[in-house]
T-cell receptor
């Protein structure tokens, strides 16, 4: 399968714990985007990378959130000290430049 | 006001019906326009890009009116498998090309 992959697909954690998600983009895609989606809403932009450079972060991305793409390939999104309001689907998408974005299956986070 | 507005539906139609969805967007700098389809608890999947001249892909026709900042999707001869949420999407209009999503319109096609 040469699409975008994400791991884990589901994560249940207790409030206050740290979690880390991984995204592997389509191999030749140089841009990687993170979005978050809550029930009944469309996805909302969090941050994006062009190669290894993080070029923009949304104001939704509080100080507890950090994202990396160290070698311009896979990316990780870490949430520290999780809160119940962090419960959502975290979606990763990749694109070749400004072409269409293709989404991974998402990581569904539940904070109890 | 949301940057992309859609009627949430649901639209409940019989198989074979024609159904149309509309959306409006507020950012006149947006340059790229899309319809994505999302099944329950799955990721959004690109259905089609939308061009000013209008474009068609099988039973699906998309239209863009830049002057009115309005995008439409027409589905002809609806199938049960078309049941899903349809997301109207525009890009931000800056160098990021980040996507701005509507909340989606839910379609239910009944036998």
């Amino acid at each position: 399968d040469t699409g975008v992959s994400q791991d884990p697909r589901h994560k249940i954690t207790k409030r206050g714990q740290n979690v880390t998600f991984r995204c592997d983009p389509i191999s030749e895609h140089n841009r990687l985007y993170w979005y978050r989606q809550t029930l009944g809403q469309g996805p909302e932009f969090l941050t994006y990378f062009q190669n290894e450079a993080q070029l923009e972060k949304s104001r939704l991305l509080s100080d507890r959130f950090s994202a990396e793409r160290p070698k311009g390939s896979f990316s990780t999104l870490e949430i520290q000290r999780t809160e119940q309001g962090d419960s959502a689907m975290y979606l990763c998408a990749s694109s070749l430049g400004t072409a269409e974005q293709y989404f991974g299956p998402g990581t569904r986070l539940t904070v109890t | 006001r949301k940057e992309v507005e859609q009627d949430p539906g649901p639209f409940n139609v019989p198989e074979g019906a024609t159904v149309a969805f509309n959306c409006t967007y507020s950012n006149s700098a947006s340059q790229s326009f899309f319809w994505y389809r999302q099944d329950c608890r799955k990721e959004p999947k690109l259905l089609m890009s939308v061009y000013s001249s209008g474009n068609e892909d099988g039973r699906f026709t998309a239209q863009l009116n830049r002057a009115s900042q309005y995008i439409s999707l027409l589905i002809r001869d609806s199938k049960l498998s078309d049941s899903a949420t349809y997301l109207c999407v525009v890009n931000k209009g800056d160098s990021s090309y980040k996507l701005i999503f509507g909340s989606g319109t839910r379609l239910l096609v009944r036998p």
